[in-house]
């Protein structure tokens, strides 16, 4: 049986993640913690692995103590600053102790990511465009800079410029903004939970890719693959794809 500590089970997500963890006979909730809980309180509980869906300015706090205790420790909180980033990355080296950074837990999506990854080696002008529903505060979503990120590290040094071009602009943007030399575009709209599309471009033709998350029950096989496979990572990974095996 392995035991989980989940934060933010108040949540969304942390509600998700306890109905779905209930109907899996060697996953178990062990320890709970939400705001204004005592963090030292919940981590006397030793659980096998935390899973973290609080807010970025929980994770800064709460973070470092968790990777510092020596508990794996998987987060699926967004937004979270270079600060906070390499204090992780400092600590989970140090105590050789596993943190997963994950920005999107959908299989399908980081499915998509890898493929981008693989396809910038052999076409040109990456171009993403994310749709998400209306009550999204961020944009682009971190999903696409993540994706955008990707995809400059698999193309060669010379080729890690921006592909986004803005002559001839009569709307200032128009073109997409730029992310690690690769052209973005947002939509919000009340018809779309979370949905990310990748086009390339090579002499006369396209190569298009596209993600669609239908329901939220669509992040949950990643989080129990995280969960099961959180072994793989030493000190801080970011990205749920770099452990996904194909």
Do not use: W
Not at 124 to 147: C, W
């Amino acid at each position: 049986m392995t035991s989980i500590g989940l934060i933010g089970y108040a949540g969304r997500m942390g509600q998700a993640v306890e109905a779905y963890i209930a109907g899996i006979f060697d996953l178990t909730i062990s320890a709970r913690l939400e705001q204004g809980d005592d963090l030292p309180e919940f981590l006397t509980a030793r659980p096998d692995v935390i899973v973290d869906f609080s807010l970025a300015a929980a994770v800064a706090t709460n973070g470092p103590k968790i990777a510092a205790a020596g508990i794996p420790y998987i987060i699926g909180a967004s937004g979270l600053q270079r600060d906070t980033l390499n204090e992780l990355e400092r600590i989970a080296t140090e105590t050789d102790s596993p943190v997963l950074l994950v920005p999107n837990f959908s299989l399908g999506a980081n499915l998509l990511i890898k493929f981008a990854a693989a396809a910038a080696r052999y076409m040109d002008f990456p171009v993403i465009t994310e749709r998400h529903h209306d009550l999204k505060q961020d944009a682009p979503s971190g999903t696409a800079i993540y994706t955008a990120e990707r995809i400059n590290q698999a193309r060669s040094p010379s080729e890690r410029t921006s592909t986004t071009p803005t002559f001839g602009e009569q709307v200032p943007g128009v073109l997409g903004g730029s992310q690690a030399g690769v052209a973005i575009h947002s939509v919000r709209g009340s018809g779309y939970l979370a949905e990310q599309q990748v086009m390339f471009s090579l002499g006369g033709e396209s190569l298009i890719m596209e993600h669609r998350s239908i329901d939220r029950r669509c992040f949950m096989p990643g989080v129990e693959y995280a969960i099961r496979n959180i072994s793989k990572v030493s000190g801080l990974v970011i990205g749920l794809d770099t452990i996904l095996e194909l």
